[in-house]
Every structure is written in C-alpha cells, then in structure tokens.
C-alpha cells in the first residue's frame, strides 16, 4: 500500500509542470476569447450545435457554464447547449497532454466529442428544441457567470492558473493512488478483463459517473483510458455525459426543472450509445 501511494504521488508530481504551463496557456486563451465566444453563439441561429460543439471543445467547463446561462435566458437553442455539453472536455485535454499522449490520439477524442456533439444538437433542434426567445431576456453578465463557476474570473492568468493546477494535482493524486490500489488489490489483469468483458455495464456507468457536476470524473477517466483500463467507448461515454459543472448551473438558473431533466437524461443517453456504437466499430 506504500507503495502505490509513493508511485501516486511521483507520478502525480512530475507531471505538475506541465499542468501549468497548459493552464497557464488556456487561462490566456479564455481570458482573451470566451466574452467574444459566448456572444457569437448565442447570435449562432440555426448554426448554434456546429458552433457550440465547436466552442465546447475548449478545456474546462467554463463555456459549458456559460452555455447554461445562456440557455436560461432563451439566448440559444436547446440543441446548441446539448452540444455545448456533451463537446466539453473539462480536464480531458489538459491530462492528455501533460501525460504525453499522441496528437493523433488527441486529434480523435476531440474529433469524436465534435461529432457526437455536433449531431446530436441539430437531431435535438429538428425535434423541436430550437431557439424560442425571451423578449425580455437578456445576457448574463460576467460576474454571474462566475458566481456559479468553480473559478475566480477577476482573479487573473496567473492566480487561476496556479489554483486549477493545484485543484487538479490533488484530484490526480487521490485518483492515481486509488486506481494502483485497486490494481493491487484485483489486480491489473483482473481489472481490465472485467471491463473488457462487460462493456455494456462499463459504458452505462462511466456515462453516469460523467454526469457528476465536477472535474474529477474527466480526470479520472481520461488517466484509466490513457493505462488501458477503461475501453474507448466507455471512456467516451463517461467524458461526452461530463459537462463540468454545466449541469449543476442548468439546474440552478432555469426555472423549468422537467426541462433540465431532460436535457440530462439526453446527454447521459447520447454519451450511452456513442459509447456503445464505439465498443462495436473499435
């Protein structure tokens, strides 16, 4: 048990550096484009999953926050914000490259959360869900949208970079130091034929444990994908059902709780079959 804490926490250690310096990068990005962003999509019209999908793919869950503010004022479409929320990578990319993983690797789940986002939001509005606006509407301003985001808008580059560093070390930590311990105790072999043989049940609970309204079940799965313990499809299916805390804010700031209900129950069931559509292609 030393043991696997001690690997935990060299393994989590080394990548620190990385960690924030790609922060560090995609605070500077947010900071300078996610005001432009949120009033481009929200003006998207009938485009708004293309563009939506698209903007999700940025890391973290800001725009997934932003999205479901968005669509509580009835500024965009329901189609755009489930493509908003199932694109978002939260923590996915951020792990990816610090871990080292391949561009190609990378360039395909980005490609399959695009995709998968970008369908499923224009399906959602041709059955309906497209943009009926609030005439007295009107767009969120920037300190509500960090009253419920778990971040400090005002704070700086710097400062918000250091605190998701740290915030995601220690998810990465407890996260590496239970995934050995469970190696340990199963074994790796054990564990991985498990998932291996029931694809099924992998994919409907990584797609559940994605809905959890924090950055630790992305973490989580993108670290058991990149060691071979979780299957591409049922990691897709956790990371596409994950939104950050998108979903949390959609319930908080709509007034129609059914709605948001639904909407949930649709990410969760889209992230099911792209999971299990992936399970059978690879």
């Known amino acids: 048990m030393t043991d696997a804490l001690l690997d935990a926490l060299w393994d989590t250690a080394r990548l620190i550096p990385f960690l924030f310096l790609t922060y560090l990068a ?11 962003t949120r009033k481009l999509i929200s003006r998207s019209g009938r485009l708004g999953p293309l563009l939506g999908a698209a903007a999700g793919l940025f890391p973290q869950c800001g725009f997934s926050t932003a999205a479901a503010n968005l669509y509580a004022a009835r500024l965009i479409s329901r189609g755009t914000l489930i493509a908003v ?11 990816l490259i610090s871990e080292a993983a391949g561009v190609s690797e990378i360039l395909k789940l980005l490609a399959i959360k695009l995709v998968v986002g970008m369908a499923a939001g224009f399906l959602v509005d041709l059955a309906g869900g497209r943009l ?6 009107q767009e969120p301003k920037i300190h509500e949208l960090c009253e419920h985001e778990h971040c400090d808008c005002e704070a700086g580059i710097l400062p918000s970079a250091l605190r998701h560093t740290a915030n995601i070390t220690v998810f990465l ?11 340990l105790l199963v ?9 291996q043989n029931q694809p099924v049940i ?5 797609a559940l444990a994605g809905l959890i309204p924090n950055c630790a ?17 049922a990691a897709m299916a956790g990371l596409l059902a994950g939104s950050g805390v998108g979903i949390l804010v959609l319930f908080r700031m709509n ?15 889209t992230g099911v079959v792209a999971g299990l559509l992936l399970e059978l292609v690879f």
């Open 202 to 206: 992998s994919v409907l609970l990584t």
């Open 26 to 36: 995609m605070e500077y990005i947010e900071h300078r484009a996610a005001a432009g």
């Open 217 to 233: 079940p992305s973490v989580l799965m993108t670290q058991l994908y990149l060691q071979g313990a979780l299957s591409l499809g």
């Open 132 to 137: 009926r606006r609030d005439a007295s509407a």
């Open 173 to 183: 930590f407890l996260a590496t130091a239970a995934l050995n311990l469970v190696i």
């Open 187 to 195: 074994g790796e072999d054990s564990l991985a034929a498990f998932m």
């Open 85 to 95: 929320f199932l694109s978002t990578s939260d923590e996915m990319l951020p792990i």
């Open 255 to 269: 007034p129609d709780r059914k709605e948001s209900l639904k909407i949930a129950g649709t990410v969760y069931l």
